[in-house]
């Protein structure tokens, strides 16, 4: 191994060396010649630092240097080359995208044509569903926690906030025949903003009771969720209650900025430029160390993420409020899935360094399991990453739906909520772990955190799993 002096050096003299030391001209916009001959390694670390670099410069609203600092990246970025290359292309389209919005007018205009068609929404959650584990996970650990406390329940109702992928319950439905003591009369209510979408849900669900002979009844509700009627959920007296909720609560998050705006003093305008000063100082020994790690290691810490202190809980009267809602239900059950990483930071600087690593590791699994001209590797990381990406580091108020948080948080949360935890038994852990070991990639694996379920990828936390009763 050489000496730490020269691992050093070869830092010191390395391209992003000669990046950090060039001051921002009109004058640079032409392409570098040299920047299409780095190695892999170079260009992402040249990626990094020109990201953070630019993200800075859309923070304090320097155009000219935000025009200077795009037209880099775009040298070096690709949304069909490696890792780096294909998420560097899908922040950069966010920046830009946050720029243009302080133009309402032209932005607008550029986006005035722009058709969002439901069906390709779902093929894409379709497409991630299938090519990653994180879905399947969740499922089997909420069906298997279903299960088991719904042990001896004659009436068990299941309610469904984003009822949108029939193959979670059909595989319960499968279980609940198998019941020693036979099945129980089954009321799935699901929730989903398009008719179509549970009326597909019905179809397919009721066909399989049918076919295993199960009682079964299915409650649609055309509703968004911050929109729902709590009393069409028809919670009847002597059901067991089962509430399940995928990657659906955070959105909530997002009606409480003006709140939280005038509860809290805002950051200071420097905020973000000592952050990027601080990151940076970090990454002249870490992103140095990265040229020595592989591609897939490369994103498993972030600087944000180091410190053991609990994250800071704030009251989100929202989120609040749909809690309460559903604790007055009073379920047996609640099983949460979440992202896991903090996507709901204050400042921009924090929500680019840590859905930067969050994306990364999610675009390296398809790294390690696609080939890069893949249709349906593009389609997710376009249509799903990428609109989550802008959605992160473009928009701001109630349009910022993505706001991601840590387990932690959750568990604070809920416990303020009235909820309490409900560790995931041992068998339910081992289920998931046959599971994810019958994928086929080593880069996934599930650990046991506070009594959750965490699935991470390359040891980086990407997805909670969480169960909880209310509080007697």
Same mark, same amino acid.
């Given at each position: 191994?050489?000496?730490?002096?020269?691992?050093?050096?070869?830092?010191?003299?390395?391209?992003?060396?000669?990046?950090?030391?060039?001051?921002?001209?009109?004058?640079?916009?032409?392409?570098?010649?040299?920047?299409?001959?780095?190695?892999?390694?170079?260009?992402?670390?040249?990626?990094?630092?020109?990201?953070?670099?630019?993200?800075?410069?859309?923070?304090?609203?320097?155009?000219?240097?935000?025009?200077?600092?795009?037209?880099?990246?775009?040298?070096?970025?690709?949304?069909?080359?490696?890792?780096?290359?294909?998420?560097?292309?899908?922040?950069?389209?966010?920046?830009?995208?946050?720029?243009? @919005? =302080?133009?309402?007018? /032209?932005?607008?205009?550029?986006?005035?044509?722009?058709? %969002? +068609?439901?069906?390709? &929404?779902?093929?894409?959650?379709?497409?991630?569903?299938?090519?990653?584990?994180?879905?399947?996970?969740?499922?089997?650990?909420?069906?298997?926690?279903?299960?088991?406390?719904?042990?001896?329940?004659?009436?068990?109702?299941?309610?469904?906030?984003?009822?949108?992928?029939?193959?979670?319950?059909?595989?319960?439905?499968?279980?609940?025949?198998?019941?020693?003591?036979?099945?129980?009369?089954?009321?799935?209510?699901?929730?989903?903003?398009?008719?179509?979408?549970?009326?597909?849900?019905?179809?397919?669900?009721?066909?399989?009771?049918?076919?295993?002979?199960?009682?079964?009844?299915?409650?649609?509700?055309?509703?968004?969720?911050?929109?729902?009627?709590?009393?069409?959920?028809?919670? @009847? =007296?002597?059901?067991? /209650?089962?509430?399940?909720?995928?990657?659906?609560?955070? %959105? +909530?998050?997002?009606? &409480?900025?003006?709140?939280?705006?005038?509860?809290?003093?805002?950051?200071?305008?420097?905020?973000?430029?000592?952050?990027?000063?601080?990151?940076?100082?970090?990454?002249?020994?870490?992103?140095?160390?990265?040229?020595?790690?592989?591609?897939?290691?490369?994103?498993?810490?972030?600087?944000?993420?180091?410190?053991?202190?609990?994250?800071?809980?704030?009251?989100?009267?929202?989120?609040?409020?749909?809690?309460?809602?559903?604790?007055?239900?009073?379920?047996?059950?609640?099983?949460?899935?979440?992202?896991?990483?903090?996507?709901?930071?204050?400042?921009?600087?924090?929500?680019?360094?840590?859905?930067?690593?969050?994306?990364?590791?999610?675009?390296?699994?398809?790294?390690?399991?696609?080939?890069?001209?893949?249709?349906?590797?593009?389609?997710?990381?376009?249509?799903?990453?990428?609109?989550?990406?802008?959605?992160?580091?473009?928009?701001?108020?109630?349009?910022?739906?993505?706001?991601?948080?840590?387990?932690?948080?959750?568990?604070?949360?809920?416990?303020?909520?009235?909820?309490?935890?409900?560790?995931?038994?041992?068998?339910?852990?081992?289920?998931?772990?046959?599971?994810?070991?019958?994928?086929?990639?080593?880069?996934?694996?599930?650990?046991?955190?506070?009594?959750?379920?965490?699935?991470?990828?390359?040891?980086?936390?990407?997805?909670?799993?969480?169960?909880?009763?209310?509080?007697?």
């Amino acid at each position: 191994m050489a000496p730490m002096d020269e691992r050093s050096s070869s830092v010191t003299s390395s391209p992003l060396q000669l990046f950090s030391m060039m001051s921002p001209s009109p004058s640079l916009g032409s392409p570098y010649p040299w920047l299409r001959e780095l190695k892999s390694e170079e260009r992402g670390l040249c990626l990094i630092h020109l990201l953070l670099t630019c993200a800075n410069h859309v923070a304090s609203g320097s155009l000219e240097n935000v025009n200077i600092a795009l037209e880099q990246i775009s040298q070096l970025a690709s949304a069909d080359g490696d890792t780096m290359q294909r998420i560097a292309a899908y922040f950069t389209e966010a920046l830009a995208d946050r720029i243009l @919005k =302080t133009w309402s007018g /032209l932005h607008k205009a550029l986006n005035s044509t722009r058709i %969002s +068609f439901p069906s390709e &929404d779902i093929l894409v959650r379709k497409l991630f569903f299938e090519l990653f584990p994180f879905l399947k996970m969740a499922y089997v650990i909420t069906n298997h926690t279903i299960i088991e406390a719904m042990e001896g329940e004659k009436m068990v109702h299941i309610i469904d906030l984003n009822s949108a992928e029939p193959a979670q319950w059909i595989a319960l439905l499968q279980a609940l025949s198998a019941r020693p003591e036979g099945p129980p009369h089954l009321r799935i209510t699901g929730i989903h903003p398009q008719k179509e979408v549970l009326e597909q849900m019905a179809h397919r669900l009721t066909e399989e009771a049918e076919k295993l002979d199960i009682p079964f009844q299915f409650n649609p509700i055309v509703s968004k969720l911050e929109n729902l009627d709590f009393e069409k959920l028809r919670v @009847k =007296t002597g059901e067991a /209650l089962a509430i399940s909720s995928v990657l659906q609560l955070h %959105s +909530f998050l997002a009606y &409480d900025d003006e709140f939280l705006r005038k509860k809290s003093p805002l950051a200071s305008k420097n905020s973000n430029g000592v952050q990027l000063q601080r990151v940076l100082q970090l990454n002249q020994t870490t992103l140095g160390e990265l040229l020595e790690n592989d591609v897939v290691n490369r994103y498993s810490l972030s600087p944000d993420s180091a410190s053991s202190s609990p994250p800071s809980f704030t009251g989100s009267p929202k989120m609040d409020g749909f809690l309460n809602a559903l604790w007055g239900l009073t379920p047996k059950l609640m099983v949460i899935t979440e992202q896991d990483s903090n996507h709901n930071g204050s400042t921009l600087m924090e929500r680019l360094l840590e859905s930067l690593y969050f994306y990364a590791a999610l675009f390296d699994c398809l790294e390690s399991t696609l080939p890069r001209t893949s249709i349906e590797r593009l389609k997710v990381e376009k249509m799903l990453f990428g609109e989550e990406i802008k959605n992160i580091i473009a928009c701001e108020g109630v349009e910022r739906k993505e706001r991601h948080e840590k387990l932690e948080k959750w568990i604070q949360r809920l416990d303020s909520a009235g909820f309490q935890s409900m560790p995931l038994s041992y068998y339910c852990m081992l289920q998931a772990k046959r599971l994810l070991q019958g994928y086929g990639c080593d880069g996934y694996r599930i650990k046991e955190e506070n009594g959750c379920a965490v699935i991470c990828c390359q040891d980086r936390p990407l997805f909670s799993v969480s169960a909880w009763r209310n509080r007697k």
